[in-house]
C-alpha cells in the first residue's frame, strides 16, 4: 500500500479545499494517485451537495459593496443552515466576494451570478466546494445593484440586516445615520406611494374587522382610515420619526430637508425573511431515537 504523506493530504485539500480527513480517506481508498483521489473526492462532495439542497437555508448573512467613489454598489443576502455557518470565515468571504461581483458585473438574476467568476472559478462551483467543506446546503437568494444618483451609504447590522442607501446631497455622517435609521424602523418603500398595494389592503381588511367588533358602526369608515393611515405613517420611509432625534418628533422627509438632501433609493434586507424555517422538537427526535 503506498504511504499517504502530510504533504499529499495537504495538496489534495489545496486543489478542492475539503476537509483535511477526507482528503486522507479518499488518497487511501486510491492508493495515492493523486488524480483518482481527487475524482473521487470531487463524486462525494457533489453528493454531499444534493443531499443538503433539499434541507431549508433560513439563517445566513448580507454582504454589501460600495465602492472608493461611492457611485457603485450591491447588496446579497446568502443563506445557510446554521447561524453557526453563518459566521464562518470562509462563508462570509464568499458573501463579500459575491457583492463585489454583483456591483462590479451587473448580473441580471441569480443564474446569472452563478455562471459568473471570483477569480478563477465559477461561482457556483465555489457554492458548491463550500458545501462538500461546511456541509449545509448554502444558497444565493437574492442581491441589488446600485448606480448612485448621489452617494451610496450602508449599514450591516450583527450581520442579520443590511442596508444600502443612495443619498443625493448630505453629508456621510448624514447618509450613515439614515442607513442605521433603516436597519432599526424597517419600512417597507420610502414614501407613502410607494407602499405596495397588497400591503395597504390586507392593513384595511384588518382594520375593518377591528371596527365590525368595535360595536360602534357609526365610528366605522374612521376607525378603518384612521388604522390604515398610521400604517402608512409606520412604514415609509419618509414619514418615520428619525431614532436619534432626541425629541422623537423630527421625521426623515424633515431631516433631509434641513440637510438639503433627499433619498433617491434604498434596499434592506433581513436573512431569512419570508422563508418557512424548520421548527425542531428536540424531546421527540431524541425519544424516536431512544427506540432504535
Known sequence: MAEITASMVKELRERTDAPMMDCKKVLVEAEGDMAKAEELLRARLGNKLSKAAARVAAEGTVGVYVSADGKQGAIVEVNCETDFVAKNDDFLALTRNLAEVVATRNPADVAALSALKIGDEVIEDARAQLIGKIGENITIRRFANFSAKGKLASYIHGGKIGVIVDLVGGDEALAKDIAMHIAASKPVALSRDDVPAELIEK??????????????????????????????????????????????????EQLLKANNASIAAFTMYVVGEGIEKKVTDFAAEVAAAAKI
Open 203 to 252: 392593513e384595511r381588511s384588518i382594520a375593518t374587522q377591528k371596527a365590525a367588533e368595535s360595536g360602534k358602526p357609526e365610528f366605522a369608515a374612521k376607525m378603518i382610515e384612521g388604522s390604515v393611515q398610521k400604517f402608512l405613517k409606520d412604514v415609509a420611509l419618509l414619514d418615520q420619526v428619525f431614532v436619534k432625534d432626541p425629541a422623537g418628533k423630527q421625521t426623515i
